[in-house]
């Protein structure tokens, strides 16, 4: 699922930039549920600001983005820059369409009814898949949120 979409850029001339994207088409697998959409969308746009050299800008760029394994694999000072950006995108994007301070609101009921009330679950499934509500209420989700902002100058 997280080569469900991807963004077109139309050869412009000029370089790439967050000052100046020139224009990005994103195209969404329709066939995925509202999560997975609405994930895909978010993690698309914020991949509008990554600079040039870690853009999926060939085939073995993207070759490389489609062996990278799980989102959530540690990656080391070898990893190619596409690949990095990403999996900081993907996890940028759950950070962004489940805010920290509803996250941690969260967390807390968790803790004291010991269990994530099924509304709220539902309510997050329309912005992200099923299969990451839990691991973006999880214990390590802040500290790899902070990495992937870290990595990408945006923390």
């Known amino acids: 699922n997280l080569y469900s979409g991807y963004m077109v850029r139309p050869y412009t001339g000029r370089a790439h930039s967050a000052e100046d994207p020139a224009g990005y088409w994103c195209i969404i697998a329709g066939s995925q549920t509202i999560g997975w959409q609405n994930l895909v969308w978010t993690k698309e746009m914020l991949q509008a600001l990554d600079p040039e050299h870690a853009l999926t800008s060939d ?92 990595e990408t100058n945006l923390g």
Do not use: W
């Not at 489940?98 to 941690?104: C, K, V």
């Open 59 to 150: 085939s073995d760029k993207l070759r490389q983005v489609i062996e990278m394994g799980e989102v959530h694999e540690p990656h080391d000072s070898d990893t190619d820059a596409c690949v990095v950006a990403d999996k900081n995108g993907f996890t940028l994007a759950l950070g962004c369409a489940i805010p920290r301070a509803y996250r941690e609101k969260l967390r807390k009921e968790i803790q004291e009814t010991g269990k994530l009330d099924p509304l709220e679950r539902a309510n997050m499934e329309n912005y992200i898949p099923a299969e990451y509500v839990d691991s973006v209420l999880g214990p390590g989700f802040e500290d790899e949120f902070n990495r992937a902002l870290d």
